[in-house]
Structures are given as structure tokens and as C-alpha cells.
């Protein structure tokens, strides 16, 4: 039996663990593994595994998501086309920072060769050590 104590830290230790669930994509693959699962119990485990009924619920898939797409005909497009406007604006971002880059990279080339080499000092003999003798 569970006395008090026991169900203040599970109450506690529960409520840390729910905070992952706030991610979107826990939450999706809890939907997924969740309906996977009451699938599996409804219609059985061997019922999954018959060819039928997986191309059959394929083509059921398929007929729902072409009705909801051409339900939502105009919200697709016009979502599909700013994200072609938004990936061409970033290849074009891109490429004018990669332009920037060889620029400079030239410049600097450029420079490097302009300016002439120092020419190269007289090697002057070290200092005689103060323990040697003269």
C-alpha cells in the first residue's frame, strides 16, 4: 500500500518527467506509438501483417490525404510557394557571402604580392658568454 509520503514523491517525480511531453515531437511520436498500439489491440497483430489490408488501408490513406489536399488547394500552394521564394532568397543570400569571401581572398592576394618581401638583415655574430675566457 502506498502511504502519503510515497505519493508526494511520486507526484513529484511524475511532474519532471511531463515536461518533456511539451516538445511537438514527443508529443507526435507518443500519438504515433500510442495509435500503433490501439491499432495493434483492435485489429490484432496477424491482421497487420496481411498484405490486403496494408495496401488497402494505403489507398484509404491516400484518398484521405488527396481529398485534404484538394480541400486546402489554395493554402498548399501558396505555403509551398514562399517556401521556393524563402529557399531562393537563401541561395541567393548565400552566394552573394561566398562572392564577399573570394573578394577579400583576392584582396588579399592581391596586397601580399604588391608589397615587396623586407630584405633579409645581416646575421650579426652572438654575444661572447661572460663564462668563457678571453
Do not use: C
Request: no cysteine.
Amino acid at each position: 500500500m502506498m502511504n502519503d509520503e510515497m505519493m508526494k514523491h511520486m507526484s513529484h517525480s511524475m511532474g519532471q518527467g511531463m515536461g518533456m511531453m511539451n516538445h511537438p515531437v514527443a508529443k507526435g511520436a507518443m500519438i504515433a506509438a500510442s495509435g500503433y498500439t490501439a491499432g495493434r489491440a483492435l485489429i490484432g497483430g496477424g491482421l497487420l501483417r496481411n498484405p490486403l489490408l496494408l495496401l488497402a488501408g494505403g489507398v484509404a490513406g491516400g484518398i484521405a490525404v488527396g481529398y485534404l489536399l484538394h480541400k486546402h488547394e489554395k493554402e498548399v500552394i501558396r505555403f509551398v510557394s514562399r517556401a521556393i521564394g524563402m529557399g531562393k532568397d537563401f541561395a541567393a543570400q548565400q552566394r552573394e557571402n561566398l562572392d564577399d569571401l573570394i573578394a577579400e581572398a583576392q584582396d588579399g592576394e592581391a596586397q601580399a604580392a604588391a608589397t615587396p618581401a623586407p630584405a633579409a638583415a645581416p646575421e650579426q655574430a652572438p654575444p661572447p658568454a661572460a663564462d668563457a675566457p678571453a
